[in-house]
């Protein structure tokens, strides 16, 4: 099993902390992907950027078949959703 090393929200900084910060304020916690992609704040900054514009903003798929899609990508992940 591969292994990637995080940041908890104890050990962030800088843009880290704010993107953290954020992610706490919005849903109460730091979600796992967040945290994968913490190695690299620009990156995390960019996954949630591009996250929030396919599933929060208004585009060609509706909402029920956005979340449809997300459920059946986290149990193909074999994911919690």
Known sequence: MAHITIFNELEASGPLKQL????LSRAGC?????????RDAATAH????FYVSLMKKENALSK?????????VSN????YY
């Open 64 to 72: 029920p078949r956005k979340e449809m899609l997300a459920a059946v």
């Open 76 to 79: 193909i992940n074999d994911c």
């Open 30 to 38: 730091v979600a796992n992907i967040i945290k994968v992609t913490s």
């Open 20 to 23: 953290y910060d954020a992610a």
């Open 46 to 49: 960019a996954s949630i950027n």
